[in-house]
């Protein structure tokens, strides 16, 4: 039986949803860009909701999913130094690098550490003075004021034996990269509310002056995700782009002005690698010179490798819209969540383990 406000919000969808079937006419593919989207679009059957002719598809917003192979293959390499120990989030562990994985460099005996946080790997440097600890710094707008504030942190307290193998990337300037990719077929940018609170809907606004492609910043309940489809379909039909903000009890137009300063204080943009879009201008974030000291891929001096992808794997069209987890050939077969063969059947926000999880019609 259903809770009465779950009873509530699902009537609220059947009426927004019945809303985008009066509105929608044409065909329309809206990308979800956010991983969290994904999932919460899977877990509430919000595709059930839509139309046929209003389909979604996943975008490159799961942080695990996006890391680039070269950068994999260079965790892989701290884990195997000497007094070194490596803390990273639980995704990170399984993602399959060119040889090895966190995973089997752990059960070889390597020292990695799952954490929660930033500042807990600060703990563990903190407790193990003899020995180097790298914190792996994945994620988006969202994460990285956190790593910047243990970075700060770590700093004033002295701590020496810490440092951050920066992998952070930006949002916006890969929604740029997306649209210039060739075989991008999307009408509509369902953006991303998490990001969206750090860097406010002004972060955005270069990038739809020069696209016009309708946005909709959205929330993660389900009726936050058919708001912003109906957003979507509104303006498509009218042929009216727009820049909007469904997310307004959480996302301004200046976003959290501290937790960017934070994120400013310590990194500046830099060129990034991505997977699937590849080098994108100004998407990432590297130290800035006066933190340079925790910067482990100076301290370490690892070499440049941009890796290679898992043979089969599509992960790189998936993060594009080009293809849906189905059209790998690898889907169901040799890639499941037991036994993944990239990042996107690794990470719980990533568009393959998504379909695996919540879609058993479309298992093979
Ligand atoms: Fe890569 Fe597996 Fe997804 Fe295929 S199903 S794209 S191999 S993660």
Redesign the pocket.
Known sequence: MLHVSEYRDSRLCRSIAERIAGISKSRMRIMEVCGTHTVSIFKNGIRSFLPENVSLVSGPGCPVCVTAQGEIDAAVDLAGRKNTIVATFGDMMRVPGSNSSLQQEKAAGKDIRMVYSASDAVDIAKGNPGSNVVFLGVGFETTAPTVAAAVLSASAEGVENFSVLCMHKLVPPALGALMRSDGVDIDGLLLPGHVSVIIGTMAYEDFFSEHRIPCAVAGFEPADILQGVMRLAEMTETNSPELENCYGRAVTRQGNPAARKVMDTVFEPCDAQWRGLGLIEKSGLRFRRKYSNMDAAKRFTLPASVGSM?D???????LTGK?T?PE?????R???PSD???????SSE????A??KYSRRLRR
């Open positions: 898992p089969g794997c599509s992960c790189g069209d998936i293809k987890p790998c050939r690898l889907y169901g040799s890639c499941t993944p063969v990239g990042p996107c059947m690794v990533g568009a393959c383990a379909y695996f």
